[in-house]
């Protein structure tokens, strides 16, 4: 059964999300490796957090190219984590605006494109006319 449009372009969306999180953990083992960490032992863990999570992400927009239903929840729930940091980075004395646009634009974008692609889906799935309210 062939995606559509909207499935295709939350897969890439999402799996581009992933390519990035895995940016994040090179840029993690430069900072590591350059010794510009105050706790290795806290380094390593963020950083294996983060391959964890781009593990994660990549997985689901391979559910979401594949039209698995987990896969648009688990990129939901992605977009909502991204959009809380974001509006963590708002906030506070040390405030980021730009960095807060630099998650929230994307992500509101990748989330507006996952439930229009959830609503192709429920529409494909959906029982002809003439078997509803039997």
């Known amino acids: 059964m062939p995606i559509s449009a909207a499935e295709r372009l939350a897969s890439v ?3 581009l999300e992933g390519v ?3 940016a994040l953990a090179g840029w993690q083992i430069v ?8 706790s290795v032992t806290s380094a390593v863990a963020l950083l294996v957090l983060t391959v964890v999570g781009a593990a994660a992400v990549l997985a689901f927009a391979i559910g979401i190219a594949r039209a698995h ?3 648009r929840s688990g990129g939901v729930v992605t977009q909502l984590l991204l959009l809380a940091v974001a509006a963590g980075a708002l906030t506070g004395g040390d405030a980021q605006p730009a960095t807060a646009a630099l998650l929230a634009l994307p992500g509101v974008a990748t989330l507006a494109t996952l439930i229009t692609a959830a609503r ?4 494909r799935q959906a029982p002809p006319e003439s078997l509803r309210g039997r």
């Not at 900072?31 to 105050?38: F, K, M, N, Q, R």
């Not at 192709?120 to 529409?123: E, H, L, P, T």
């Open 13 to 15: 969306l999402v799996g």
């Open 20 to 22: 990035a999180l895995l």
């Open 31 to 38: 900072a590591l490796s350059a010794g510009d960490t105050e």
């Open 69 to 71: 239903s987990w896969g």
């Open 120 to 123: 192709r889906a429920g529409a």
